[in-house]
Antibody, heavy 116, light 108 residues
Framework: EVQLVDSGGGLVQPGGSLRLSCAAS????????MNWVRQAPGKGLEWVAN????????YYVDSVKGRFTISRDNGKNSLFLQMNSLRAEDTAIYYC?????????WGQGTLVTVSS | EIVLTQSPGTLSLSPGERATLSCRAS???????LAWYQQKPGQAPRLLIY???SRATGIPDRFSGSGSGTDFTLTITRLEPEDFAVYYC?????????FGQGTKVEIK
């Protein structure tokens, strides 16, 4: 059974940092692009970043470029999102999702709250 | 960036009725690279349709997708109680991937 388990969210002050993790199981992690998608409270979905199977290509939405870094560890079947210089508008549930195109599998999400 | 506009914002219907949801793109979506998701409160999105009209595994045939270019439609032929939720379209034909703002289907 495919499982994606998101973790690492929490309350952080503006300007602070947080590292999210997504633990994958039930499939060959190294064979898939992976993504982070976020959802602000009461709002819609926003794609944040994705990373190629071997980590050689990474793409970001403009609003997080230079602040967020996506990475992966294929040996540990894990996806990460390092978030620096956090802003109030980064407050959201962050989901990892599998696939380069549409997303069949999603994590349960982890809540990031940026507030003083 | 391709902007997806969904309409209506909210659809108030009764169980058994037909729901028609629209997703309009600001420019042509290549190769009908459009997906539909269903999201219920407190849950992650669930893939319903990909390639504009292909049902994902396990999705009931009361859900159907159609359209091409800039205009796409999700139809639910007879609403079941479990279908009341928020629905999002997503284009994956170009980067960045973008989602529509969602249509809420609520019980009338």
């Amino acid at each position: 059974e495919v499982q994606l388990v998101d973790s690492g969210g929490g309350l952080v002050q503006p300007g602070g940092s947080l590292r999210l993790s997504c633990a994958a199981s039930g499939f060959t992690f190294s064979a898939y692009w992976m993504n982070w998608v976020r959802q602000a409270p009461g709002k819609g979905l926003e794609w944040v970043a994705n990373i190629k199977e071997d980590g050689s290509e990474k793409y970001y939405v403009d609003s997080v470029k230079g602040r967020f870094t996506i990475s992966r560890d294929n040996g540990k079947n894990s996806l990460f999102l390092q978030m620096n210089s956090l802003r109030a508008e980064d407050t959201a549930i962050y989901y990892c999702a599998r696939g380069y195109t549409y997303h069949i599998y999603w994590g349960q999400g982890t809540l990031v709250t940026v507030s003083s | 960036e391709i902007v997806l506009t969904q309409s209506p914002g909210t659809l108030s219907l009764s169980p058994g009725e037909r729901a028609t949801l629209s997703c309009r793109a600001s420019q042509s979506v290549s190769s009908s690279s459009l997906a539909w998701y269903q999201q219920k409160p407190g849950q992650a999105p669930r893939l319903l349709i990909y390639g504009a009209s292909s049902r994902a595994t396990g999705i009931p045939d009361r859900f159907s997708g159609s359209g091409s270019g800039t205009d796409f439609t999700l139809t639910i032929t007879r609403l079941e109680p479990e279908d009341f939720a928020v629905y999002y379209c997503q284009q994956y034909g170009s980067s960045p991937r973008t989602f529509g703002q969602g249509t809420k289907v609520e019980i009338k």
